[in-house]
């Protein structure tokens, strides 16, 4: 019975990526996710007790890492935004779908606080990174938005989980060389 229990589980999981990456939180529907798990909204319920219960046992394990992520950043300036950029790679690998679904569609949910912070923590580092390169530093807030768009941007883009770590590894990288270059 428990084997069952735990392939109608991963059902609704691999159902429910497939809506919050598609539609966002608020505009998924239980429906549509029991429907597309073959079951009804009613059993749905018996596992999940809600749509944000369900988010959340998708991306916490993504959660749980950048709150580490926060919890280390380094002190000295110099260090943070390739250790934020080398996490990013290391953090999109592991957590490429779930990766997704927090950056492209949290809002009405608990999680766009921690969104908001890795935007802001982010946007601090690049802060100092441009400061230091003399450059201006109002560029940050943009900037830390193109990355983070263009890495959704790559995420969302292809379709083969390894040519798509691989872009993202260089894009990521483009940006690594191009922001160490400004602070030298």
Known sequence: MQVIKEKVRKRILESAERE???MGFEKSSMRTIASNAD???G???RYYKNKKDLFGAIINGLVVELEKLIANIPEDSKSRLPYMLSNFKELQQNYLSEWLILFGGNSGTKYKKIADEIHQ???ESLVDVLQ???RRSE???PITSSIIFGMN???QSQKNNKETSELVDDFLDYMIVDFSH???
Do not use: P
Request: net charge positive; no cysteine; charged share 20%.
């Open 182 to 184: 400004s602070v030298a």
């Open 39 to 41: 079951m009804t909204v």
């Open 139 to 141: 560029l940050a807030e």
């Open 121 to 123: 923590k982010f946007k």
């Open 132 to 134: 230091n390169g003399g």
């Open 43 to 45: 059993n749905l319920y």
């Open 153 to 155: 941007s790559v995420l």
């Open 20 to 22: 919050f990456k598609k």
